[in-house]
């Protein structure tokens, strides 16, 4: 395993300490500290998929394992804006395991050889990294749905141990989760168009029928739903959050079944 | 330098003396100016809350009793028998007078552990002291480090986070639901004191819109008056249900004021939007159906005492982290204690040293009437030479001591070696 990879789950692991540790004592400093290590974090992880992609202009999108390890990177990146944005670090202790799992599951397997040109190229990085991005913003949104679905639950059945006391409001859980699908959506409209791009630079077609682009569309419209039902009608709060779990099992769907089994030439992103 | 506190409060005194005992603003000012005037303390300061009465001071250095002295002036200024009065006075001197005081500060020695108001209360005591000069460098000192304490104990725990009042349980609640209380609403039902309670708290934390509606229109409006908020007619209740984000109800009615119809009709009207109902009433003024409806959160009096019953409980827990703050900063404040007396010591013996090296050079050299003036006085800096290097620079290093223990133990053995005054540094 890479030294990088290493202490990229250092850097993660101390922050989840240091989340936990603001969750169960409210310590401001330790708050801190757990910022400042996600941030350490992310530049010991971007230099490891920097070396796995073999130290040039791309992004390591070759194989699965490559592909997680992108996916865990951005995912922390946009918690961590997410956690500057809204001011609001309860949900860490939440966010890292998952960074961690991901981080972990990226080391399972093998390094794949490099694809061919003219496959490669910086558009095709950047359609790659958009769409993950994409991905790892609705897989916050989905964190923090479920978190908001516990908080509901405790609040409505007036079970109030520590935990409704530590974790955000409702109505804060609800902003943050809209605003990172709200990236998730920009970032997956971003690369669906430089994926059209370059497809179209390289085969001189727009549309190949290929199942992840239908899965995708699907995805697009899942999620827009959400935003709009949220935010104008009644099914605002709990309903919205569970279609927001609901919805990111969509996403597993295409992440997994879709890029594995179905898709000719999306295999791993 | 000597420290001394004298006091009485809710567990060494009944309200009756206590009462007796508390000083106005007025009062204050005046006992710390006479204290002063009539040389029992150089240094001192007067709080005095709702639960206790103390007396801050540093005494001039030749005092002999001081604590004594400020009793018996806190009775004669309150013409109580000191016979009586003494029986419930505590004493403190120096690090354990520090230490009660930061204990006061953390809240951890009020009736209800934690409560914020006496961080005020000292703030302000010690404000109208420093304006008076009546406070001198220790009890400055020791009063802005209480401050600090107060301010860390209650950032860095627990103690004085989750509510221990029911009216204040419901405002927190809210905050658990909405957040930030700014941008939101709430109604009130029933203009008693629980009512007005609550929208105090609500005002405090930036609620929006405050509406309050009553059977009896006039004492709605008393109260709205009084809190800044709107009066709502209390035939028309239907019609504003839509409006708050909150409710909060302490009517005495024997049936339930808010139907499930009517909040059903209110949910629709406001397509769902959190409501939080808070019901103080008994029997219950909110019918138990509406906790079904989406987006609903009833809460009533009985889930609120428990509320307050836990809280109670975990601010108990949080006691020994509060308690390990004190000890930070009252060892803290022993560091810079002992760094100034170390100081007033190294200065005592250097002019004792001083004052010996003249005595000597004029007896030894009366003798000697052929020495120049410049030869003279070349000896005495040579010296004063020998003795910086041979003592005095120890002596200083002194000052810089990072173990306290240490630093106490060689101001002493300073003190006894060159037979300084305890109190004559």
Redesign the interface.
Known sequence: MSLLVIATALCYAAALGGYAGFLA????SLGRAATLFVGGGLVMHCLALMERSGWGKSMPYDDLYGSLLLFAWLLSATYLGLEVFHRERSVGALVMPVVLIILALSQAGPVAAPMPPPGRGPLLALHITLNVLGYAAFALSFVLSVIYLI?NRL??H?R???L??RF?????LERMSRSSVAVGLVSLLAGMALGVVWVSRIYGTYWSGDPKEIITLLVLVVYAGYLWLGRT???????ASALCVVNFLVVLFSYSVVNLYLSDFHRFF | MEIVLIGLNHRTAPVELRERVSFTPDQAQRAAEQLRSRGILSETLVLSTCNRSELYGVPPESAPDSAGAMELFLATFHQIDPAILNSSLYRRRDQEAVRHLFRVAAGLDSMLLGEAEILGQVREAYRIALDLGATGPVLNRMFQNALEVGKRVR????IG??PVSVAFAGV??A?????SLRGHSALILGAGATGEQVMEHLRDRGISGLRVANRSRERARELAARTGAEVVDWEALDAVLEWPDMIVSSVSSPEPVLSRQMLERAM?AR????LLLVDLGVPRNVAPGA?DL??V?L?DLD?LA??VE?NKK?RQDEVPRAEAIIQEQVEKFQHWQAGVEAGAVVDAVRARLVNDRETFLRERLADWPQLSPQDRSRMAQLMDELLSRVLLDRAESLKGERDLRRKLQNVEALRDLFRLDRDQP
């Not at chain 2, 950032?155 to 627990?158: I, L, P, S, V, Y």
């Open positions: 004592t409210s310590r401001r908080q609040l409505r007036h109030l141990r520590t409704v006391w955000p409001a409702l109505e804060m009608t009644a099914w605002r709060g709990a309903r | 950032t860095e725990t627990d986070k989750r927190k609640l905050e658990r639901i909405f957040g629709a397509s769902n939007r959190s906790a989406y987006n959160y809460y889930h428990e509320i836990q975990s």
